[in-house]
């Protein structure tokens, strides 16, 4: 009960003190300035607040390994569920494939319904300061994470090898990993 209660607290914590990071992917910001769209900022000293009230089971509700939490500067965490919503940020995300500004570190899809993708930026780069995992259910759920801080290939493909962990989980999923740096 004590555990629940400091989950409700840290939650409420963290929703009234909820702010704006300075993000790199303006395509990000456009998807959560949409209608119907559920956006929230976690800047760094939340993140550590959080941990210090014991609060990690919440950010282990995350597809975000908590070794990389450390060097996170702001999370940025956007959803719908709404159809307009989903579609419209599908349009706005297709920035996220322009090689130029960003490199897909992974794509996953399961029977077309489940779509998975990691961008990391800058593009042909072995650090990173932005990473955008997306998860896309076809038209009906998107979900996204915006890591701003200081990342490594190694770090991203952490994130990449928790997402594996979990589609092992779920079964039956078709993995396609591509390694843009090589490139």
């Known amino acids: 009960m004590k555990t629940l ?8 914590l963290v929703a009234m003190f909820g702010i704006n990071a300075n993000a790199q992917s303006a395509c990000v910001d ?3 300035e949409l209608d119907d769209v559920y956006c929230f900022n976690m800047p760094e000293f939340m993140i550590k607040g959080i941990e210090k009230l014991g609060g990690n089971d ?28 989903v579609k419209k940020a599908q349009k706005i995300l297709k920035d996220l494939d322009d090689t130029r ?6 794509r996953s899809s399961s029977n077309k319904t489940e779509k ?6 800058p593009a042909r ?14 038209d009906r759920q998107l979900t996204l994470f915006q890591l701003i801080g ?26 396609i990993i591509i390694d843009a740096s090589k490139h």
């Open 58 to 85: 919440i950010l282990k509700a995350t597809p975000i390994p908590t070794g990389i939490l450390k060097k996170v500067k702001n999370i940025q965490f956007v959803s719908t569920s709404k159809k307009k919503a």
């Open 5 to 12: 209660l400091k989950s409700i607290a840290i939650i409420a």
């Open 101 to 106: 500004k960003y490199q897909v570190i992974f």
């Open 150 to 175: 200081d990342f490594s290939m190694e770090d991203v493909n952490d994130i990449e090898e928790e997402l594996n962990d979990d589609k092992t989980k779920d079964n039956d999923e078709d993995l």
């Open 116 to 121: 998975v993708a990691i961008y990391a930026y």
């Open 30 to 32: 456009k998807v959560a």
């Open 125 to 138: 780069s072995e650090r990173f300061n932005e990473v955008v995992l997306l998860i896309n259910e076809h």
